[in-house]
Each structure stands twice: as structure tokens, then as C-alpha cells.
């Protein structure tokens, strides 16, 4: 039954949203489309932020992802990318209200976890190439993740604002290809270790 009422909820703010702005939806105008009252929507969402956040998880855990050739690392990225593209008018009120930094909040655990994949799959490449160890704490690591989260924003941002239309693969070899090096360069920095 609560699921029921919480994609009751979800339709209705998807809905309103095609006629106004996030950020000028109501809970009362949200409450009165979905035929519920205010206390049932606060028994289930802590806001419009939380009916945000449901939407977003439950748009994402729907998307699926081609993962025929590729490396584990990027399917949070890919699939977050892909919800963003199917649903392109939402995500379009999601970008142009005050939500757009939540949406990074709640997609940090997700893409930091993209992050330390990549960074993994780097040093496992690196110590093949050198045949030497490179082993990172976890403090090395958050570093590491801290650094390169908002680039990887940055570049989903732009390739939102350009329109979507460089393909997703393209985007992931770009991610690779700016990420790489850095990483490499980063871990021998912080295990004082000299550039071979």
C-alpha cells in the first residue's frame, strides 16, 4: 500500500511539473493532485526534497544498462546518465531548480563508489605494467575521490547542457581518458613514490 501512495505522489509532482517550476510546486498543491492528504505525504517523504529523491532512485533502479564489453566501474555513472537522457523533461526542471545540489548529495554515494572502482582498476593496470605494489589507505582513497567527484559533475553537467547528444560511451572514454593519468600521477604523490 505505501508504495502505491509514494508513486501516487511521484506521478503527481512529475505531472505539475510539466506545467511549472520545481521549485514553485507546493506540498498542499502536490497533496490536492494526488488526492491524499498532508499528513499521509508526511508519513512518507520529509518534503518535496525526499519525493525528489524517491523519484530519482526509483527512475534509476528502472534503468537498465548494456554492460557487454564494459569495465564494472562506470555503471553508476551510465546509469545515472541514462535515467538523466530517458527522462529529459524532468531531468530538465531538476537542473533549473534549486534541487540541483541535492541531486549531487544524494548521487555522491553512487558515483564515489564509481570513483574507487576506476582508481582500483587503475592501480591493478599499474602494478601489472611495474610488477610493484602501490597500496593506498582508506584516507588515500577518499582523497582521491574527493578530488576527482567534481570533475566527473562537471562533466555530466556539460554534457547535459550541450543536449545529450554525445553518446554515453563517448563519455565514458572521455571520463578515462581525463581521469587516467591523474590518478596514476595522485597515488605516487601521496605514497611519495617517483614517476617512472
Not at 506545467?19 to 494526488?34: F, G, H, W, Y
Not at 498532508?38 to 530519482?56: P, S
Not at 545515472?80 to 537542473?95: D, G, R
Not at 593496470?125 to 562537471?154: F, H, R, W
Request: charged share 25%; with cysteine; aromatic share 8%.
Amino acid at each position: 500500500m505505501a508504495k502505491k501512495i509514494d508513486d501516487l505522489l511521484a506521478d503527481s509532482l512529475v505531472e505539475i511539473s510539466r506545467k511549472k517550476s520545481l521549485d514553485s510546486i507546493t506540498v498542499t498543491e502536490l497533496v490536492t493532485a494526488a488526492g491524499v492528504n498532508r499528513k499521509t505525504f508526511y508519513n512518507h517523504f520529509d518534503g518535496i526534497e525526499g519525493l525528489l529523491r524517491y523519484i530519482i532512485r526509483e527512475k534509476q533502479s528502472q534503468t537498465s544498462v548494456d554492460r557487454s564489453s564494459l569495465e564494472k566501474w562506470d555503471e553508476n555513472i551510465r546509469r545515472a546518465m541514462h535515467c538523466m537522457k530517458t527522462n529529459a523533461a524532468f531531468t530538465a526542471k531538476i537542473f533549473q531548480s534549486r534541487y540541483l545540489r541535492d541531486l549531487q548529495v544524494w548521487l555522491r554515494p553512487e558515483m564515489d563508489q564509481s570513483l574507487r572502482d576506476f582508481i582500483r582498476l587503475e592501480l591493478e593496470l599499474l602494478q601489472k605494467n611495474t610488477g610493484k605494489s602501490y597500496p593506498i589507505n582508506e584516507t588515500q582513497m577518499q582523497k582521491l575521490v574527493d578530488l576527482y567527484a567534481p570533475c566527473v559533475y562537471a562533466l555530466i553537467e556539460e554534457w547535459y547542457a550541450q543536449g545529450m547528444s554525445q553518446s554515453i560511451d563517448e563519455f565514458i572514454n572521455l571520463v578515462v581518458r581525463i581521469l587516467a593519468g591523474g590518478v596514476v600521477a595522485c597515488v605516487m604523490y601521496l605514497l611519495d613514490e617517483p614517476m617512472e
